[in-house]
């Protein structure tokens, strides 16, 4: 028979469990919000535990070492790279940096050095910019002729930075859209990150399977993170395939899986098969997972659970309970608009707006990016909401679709539009922009395009898009076979459109 005090109990889950289903009558997800709630506060937990105790991304490798010294830590190519065996290879590289006289504050978490991971893609200029950004003393590039030439290139530049080469018996002596900006990650942010999958619980038997490149924050940072946090095991591709990628999860064993951007849509392009749900995954993590394929992919695979998250590797906050708005945008120069006072102006119900986080007290003048103050200062929107405060912008124009690159190029004086200038714009992009930076079209107006206040006209030409009937500049589009700028017209459109990726 159950007590008074049991009775009581029951009565009042019985009554909490009403008020659930009712509220859940006008809110869907609610019940998976409560359940993030209650994870996000275990998580919550164990990161300031790690932060008074200062364990640190090197402390949880150790003790992973310590504690699981035959297990796989890292799984590539169907090599299989123990804690035991990693901890030996970081203790022959710290020594080897040791001799070189690299020391605390230069940029190894052995001796208590900063690493800075590079983008492989970029080269010229913005490597050259990134380089001395991230202050590098040396640079130590792997095996293989993918980066090598790259760094060949621009030796001259480096000044005296020693290169060393893995699997060379030698040194070599010195010889986006944007510039790449280096993303500072601190020990006290790098905690944050290892304990961003215990929203699911993340244990160490899990298996995480990511495609993305290290130097990326999705691979390097949460993905290793929370995997040297529990001492779990992390299954690496050198290249996504939509092809292979659920073959790679079942013959690993796979419970946690990373997805980015349009990831699961080319997933879901792939023929069906009778094995498509058979597998151990549990969780699918990452940002990018539209809502038109959310449930498709879901059912389809067979997930338990989506995790998707938003937010900026530089950033201060993400989407979670700390205030966040959006305001008016000028979309020719991503500004906020701002009124008679000064201040920006939130968007009405429905309207696309531009993204703020608020920054609290503490971190309004930290650094977010290695460099100037300048560099740091375009992250950061002041006198927001009321005079003295700080935002964190972004820099996304919520509920806007993204489109497919375009340059506007006006030739200056009698200078003739020739295929030699096509060819060197071409070889100007693919040498110094990585793929996703370089412009798929074109056109050459006759006249530059601005506005009465000499701002670049970007809106018409925006709106024009990259149809011929739409335009009468001379229009291209970026030919990778042909190695040059090929003419895209009224004949050929289609032809194209069948042809491209877009």
């Given amino acids: ?5 049991d009775k009581l109990i029951l009565g009042t889950a019985g009554a909490v469990g009403a008020g659930i289903l009712s509220w859940r009558a006008f809110f869907p997800w609610i019940g998976h919000d409560l359940r993030m709630m209650k994870n996000g506060g275990n998580a919550g937990k164990k990161l300031m535990a790690d932060q008074v105790n200062k364990r640190f ?3 949880m490798f150790e003790e992973a070492v310590e504690k699981y010294p035959k297990k796989p830590f890292i799984i590539f190519e169907d090599r299989i790279y123990t804690y035991e065996f990693v901890n030996q290879q970081t203790n022959r590289v710290a020594n080897i940096a040791a001799k070189w006289g690299l020391k605390v504050g230069d940029c190894l978490q052995k001796l208590g050095i900063a690493v800075a991971f590079i983008n492989f ?6 490597l050259i910019h990134t380089l001395k950004a991230c202050e590098a003393k040396a640079l130590i590039i792997g095996a293989g002729d993918y980066i090598l030439p790259k760094i060949e290139e621009v030796r001259g530049e480096l000044g ?3 290169i060393f080469v893995q699997g060379q018996p030698l040194m070599l002596g010195p010889a986006y859209t944007s510039l790449p900006k280096p993303a500072i990650i601190s020990q006290a942010k790098a905690i944050g990150m290892s304990k961003f999958f215990q929203l699911f619980y993340f244990k160490p038997s899990d298996i995480v399977y990511t495609v993305t490149p290290l130097y990326h924050s999705a691979a390097g940072g949460l993905g290793l993170m929370n995997t040297l946090d529990q001492g779990a095991t992390m299954v690496l591709r050198r290249k996504f395939s939509a092809q292979h990628f659920f073959e790679d999860v079942r013959r690993h064993n796979v419970t946690v899986l990373q997805y980015i951007g349009e990831l699961c ?4 392009a792939v023929p069906e098969s009778p094995l498509d749900g058979k597998h151990c995954c549990r969780v699918a993590v990452g940002n990018g997972l539209r809502s038109d394929i959310w449930e498709k992919f879901k059912i389809r695979y067979k997930i338990p659970q989506i995790c998707e998250f938003f937010g900026a ?5 993400k989407l979670d309970p700390t205030p966040k708005l959006l305001v008016k945008v000028d979309v020719d120069t991503g500004d906020a608009i701002r009124n008679k006072k000064g201040l920006c102006i939130p968007v009405a119900t429905g309207e696309p707006g531009l993204l703020l986080g608020t ?12 460099g100037g103050r300048e560099i740091n200062e375009k992250k950061v929107l002041r006198n927001v909401v009321k005079e003295g405060d700080a935002y964190f912008n972004f820099g996304d124009l919520l509920s806007s679709e993204g489109r497919a690159g375009m340059a506007a190029i006006h030739l ?3 200078m003739q539009l020739t295929p030699k200038v096509l060819k060197d714009i071409f070889n100007h992009c693919k040498e110094n922009l990585p793929n996703y930076s370089r412009p798929l079209f074109i056109r050459f107006p006759k006249e530059e395009s601005i506005t009465v206040t000499h701002k670049q006209q970007k809106t018409q030409l925006r709106k024009d898009g990259f149809h011929p009937e739409n335009i009468d500049d001379p229009l291209f589009y970026y030919n990778e076979a042909a190695g040059t700028y090929t003419p895209l017209t009224l004949d050929n459109f289609q032809s194209f459109l069948t042809k491209s990726r877009l």
């Fill in 412 to 414: 200056e004086g009698n």
């Fill in 121 to 126: 893609h970029i080269r010229g200029q913005p």
């Fill in 1 to 5: 028979m159950p007590t008074k005090k």
């Fill in 359 to 370: 920054i609290p007290p503490n971190y309004q003048n930290m650094q977010f990016y290695k």
């Fill in 265 to 268: 849509r080319y997933l879901l």
């Fill in 57 to 59: 991304l090197i402390n």
């Fill in 160 to 162: 005296d930075l020693p």
């Fill in 313 to 317: 590797t530089e950033g201060t906050n």
